[in-house]
């Protein structure tokens, strides 16, 4: 742990353009699937989007800059530990990367964006709309996936609003702007840090975030239009 003023730079450009396009789809997605009729077409395109960039975020879970790497921020026992105690202690800790609270929390969000957007695939709105996978099943499975499809879109309003919860707590009572960092990839804070990498942090190549990105669009067409 060390206690001086830091500014370090942590978000490579895939993991921020990652994020906040993920919003706006999520944003649309919300939109477009409670006005329905005419939308629904954009509502698919907005899914297979976020199918897409779920895939890509896995891969670069293992192939990525380190902070954006599964393995620098799911954390343990002892370090689920060690975080709780910082955070209820009155001496601000803070993690370079993801939290271990909210490293899990990554991983509660992609789970349920992937079961969101899979579902989508198979789903039917019983009018004019159904996935393009939605013939290949029974029109009873079809449904049993629409309500996973609707009461998970409920599921994961609720994990996003504890996200913007818990960022804003960060932001007003910890004093650490994560929101500045999401654009800028910098972190800025003051007093002691967990977990401290920050002098190691190495950058994955974009190019190659740019080839993981195309090879999920890639299955995702492959998936959507079962060409073979
Ligand atoms: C106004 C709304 C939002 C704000 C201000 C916001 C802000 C942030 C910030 C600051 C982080 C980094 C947290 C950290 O430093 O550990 C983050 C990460 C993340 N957020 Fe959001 N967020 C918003 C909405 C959403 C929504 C709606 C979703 C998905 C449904 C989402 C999914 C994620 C994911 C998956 C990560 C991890 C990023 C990664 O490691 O690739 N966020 N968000």
Redesign the pocket.
């Known amino acids: 742990m060390s206690q001086s003023k830091h500014a370090i730079k ?2 490579d450009v895939p ?1 921020r353009l ?2 906040w396009t ?2 706006a789809l ?2 649309f997605l919300f939109w477009s699937g409670k006005t329905g009729g005419n939308a629904m077409v954009w509502h698919m395109y907005a899914g297979y989007a976020v199918l897409a960039l779920v895939i890509f ?1 896995v891969l ?2 293992f192939a990525g800059s380190t ?2 790497r599964f393995a620098s ?1 799911l954390a343990g026992p002892r370090r689920m530990f060690d975080f709780a105690r910082a955070l209820l202690s009155r001496s601000p800790a803070h ?1 370079v ?3 271990p609270l ?2 899990w ?2 991983v509660v ?2 789970g349920s ?1 992937a079961l969101q957007a899979s579902t989508g695939l198979f789903a039917n709105d019983d009018i004019a709309t159904e996935g393009p996978l939605t013939a290949l099943i029974s029109k009873e499975l079809s449904d049993r996936l629409t309500t996973i499809h609707r009461w998970n879109f409920d599921f ?1 309003l609720i ?2 609003g504890l ?2 919860l ?3 707590f ?1 932001v007003f009572v910890k004093k650490e702007n ?2 500045a ?2 654009f800028t990839g910098v ?1 800025k804070f003051d007093g002691e840090v967990v977990g401290s990498k920050g002098s190691a942090v190495r950058f994955a190549n974009s190019w190659l975030a740019l080839g993981l990105f195309v090879l999920a669009l890639v299955a995702v067409y492959l998936i959507v239009k079962r060409p073979f």
């Open positions: 942590i978000w993991v990652f994020h993920l919003l999520f944003a975020r670069w879970g902070h954006a921020f993690s990367g993801h939290n909210g490293g929390m990554v969000l992609l964006l994961l994990c996003a996200h913007v818990a960022v804003l960060h994560l929101v960092a999401m972190k």
